[in-house]
């Protein structure tokens, strides 16, 4: 198989037709497959795709038994795709599918990664503009690897980069990462990001700040060694506000000075410091402990309410 398009779909009803038909249009001329992530969608969007794929097509519909989110859809799609090169792509229509064929190209003449870098972005909010523009920044500066600035997850992977991100055992998957961490020979492609089709997004942003504290602790441990800095900071000031009031007492024994409002400030100022720290850790724990359970990234739900539901998970 040349190509594997996987697309995960979570609640698209008003969409999921369009998406299908879209792709199934723009790829006519090549050797592919659909794999349609169905993240544990509550409205029709299985029905609606196990409906649309006909019976003898190589595309298939993998459910999740509940929603376990994106980037676990891509871990499903990617344990499953079985072309030489695999497309991740938005549900949504708002990666232009017609990019497919531009990054089939650049991947012929080499490329093992061909990431769509996103020029413009309409029908966003500023505040997602700006956030998701600082996201890339801050991200870069603590990390090792070098994410590529303003892309998103549209990316073209060949089989050699596929099978080494299907190695890696860790639960915590933060896709555009592992995918610079592997290695191999990238390139970008550019493109203005249109606005969704229909539907709303399905990131709030509860989740985007989920995935930009995954994206910081999985690649970085600048956080931990922040804290350090700022618990040495933080001694510091102390010692020197404590050899400065010894002094006092030293210099002017009987004045009693009213000492009310600096014991205030170092014990908020301290209590601060420490709860950042532990904070710190504890996000670090948290993971430690996700990654001991050893639990599966995503569970398959191959009851059989439609067609395609025979996977091996
Ligand atoms: N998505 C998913 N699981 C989730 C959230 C989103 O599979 O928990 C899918 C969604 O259906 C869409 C893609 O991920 O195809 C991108 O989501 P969305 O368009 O809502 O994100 P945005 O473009 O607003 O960043
Ligand atoms: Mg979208």
Same mark, same amino acid.
């Given at each position: 198989?040349?190509?594997?398009?996987?697309?995960?779909?979570?609640?698209?009803?008003?969409?999921?037709?369009?998406?299908?038909?879209?792709?199934?249009?723009?790829?006519?001329?090549?050797?592919?497959?659909?794999?349609?992530?169905?993240?544990?969608?509550?409205?029709?969007?299985?029905?609606?795709?196990?409906?649309?794929?006909?019976?003898?097509?190589?595309?298939?519909?993998?459910?999740?038994?509940?929603?376990?989110?994106?980037?676990?859809?891509?871990?499903?799609?990617?344990?499953?795709?079985?072309?030489?090169?695999?497309?991740?792509?938005?549900?949504?229509?708002?990666?232009?599918?017609?990019?497919?064929?531009?990054?089939?190209?650049?991947?012929?003449?080499?490329?093992?990664?061909?990431?769509?870098?996103?020029?413009?972005?309409?029908?966003?909010?500023?505040?997602?503009?700006?956030?998701?523009?600082?996201?890339?920044?801050?991200?870069?500066?603590?990390?090792?690897?070098?994410?590529?600035?303003?892309?998103?997850?549209?990316?073209?992977?060949?089989?050699?980069?596929?099978?080494?991100?299907?190695?890696?055992?860790?639960?915590?998957?933060?896709?555009?990462?592992?995918?610079?961490?592997?290695?191999?020979?990238?390139?970008?492609?550019?493109?203005?990001?249109?606005?969704?089709?229909?539907?709303?997004?399905?990131?709030?942003?509860?989740?985007?700040?989920?995935?930009?504290?995954? @994206?910081?602790? =999985? %690649?970085?441990?600048?956080? *931990?060694?922040?804290?350090?800095?700022?618990?040495? $900071? #933080?001694?510091? /000031?102390?010692?020197?506000? @404590?050899?400065? =009031? %010894?002094?006092?007492?030293? *210099?002017?024994?009987?004045?009693?000075?009213?000492? $009310? #409002?600096?014991? /205030?400030?170092?014990?908020?100022?301290?209590?601060?410091?420490?709860?950042?720290?532990?904070?710190?850790?504890?996000?670090?724990?948290?993971?430690?402990?996700?990654?001991?359970?050893?639990?599966?990234?995503?569970?398959?739900?191959?009851?059989?309410?439609?067609?395609?539901?025979?996977?091996?998970?």
């Amino acid at each position: 198989m040349l190509l594997s398009v996987i697309v995960p779909m979570y609640n698209e009803e008003e969409i999921a037709a369009k998406t299908y038909t879209t792709l199934v249009d723009v790829l006519k001329d090549l050797e592919y497959e659909l794999l349609f992530i169905n993240d544990g969608s509550t409205d029709k969007t299985r029905e609606i795709l196990e409906n649309l794929i006909p019976e003898d097509s190589p595309h298939k519909v993998l459910s999740f038994s509940r929603n376990f989110g994106h980037q676990a859809a891509f871990s499903a799609g990617l344990n499953h795709a079985q072309g030489d090169a695999v497309v991740i792509i938005d549900g949504d229509l708002q990666d232009p599918p017609e990019l497919i064929l531009e990054m089939l190209s650049k991947w012929r003449e080499g490329y093992h990664v061909v990431y769509a870098q996103r020029r413009k972005r309409q029908g966003e909010s500023w505040f997602k503009l700006i956030t998701a523009r600082w996201f890339y920044r801050i991200l870069n500066s603590l990390t090792s690897i070098k994410i590529p600035v303003d892309t998103g997850d549209f990316r073209l992977m060949d089989r050699a980069v596929v099978d080494n991100i299907n190695r890696l055992p860790e639960r915590s998957r933060f896709l555009r990462g592992l995918v610079c961490w592997v290695g191999f020979k990238h390139t970008g492609i550019q493109y203005d990001r249109a606005k969704r089709e229909a539907g709303t997004t399905k990131y709030p942003l509860r989740k985007m700040m989920g995935l930009a504290i995954d @994206g910081i602790t =999985s %690649f970085s441990t600048a956080p *931990l060694k922040f804290s350090l800095v700022l618990g040495m $900071w #933080a001694t510091a /000031i102390s010692f020197a506000l @404590g050899v400065w =009031s %010894f002094a006092q007492k030293l *210099l002017h024994p009987t004045t009693t000075t009213d000492g $009310w #409002a600096s014991i /205030i400030i170092a014990v908020v100022f301290l209590g601060g410091v420490q709860l950042i720290t532990i904070g710190i850790l504890g996000e670090y724990i948290g993971r430690i402990y996700e990654e001991i359970k050893q639990r599966p990234l995503y569970i398959l739900d191959k009851s059989s309410r439609g067609k395609k539901y025979d996977m091996d998970s």
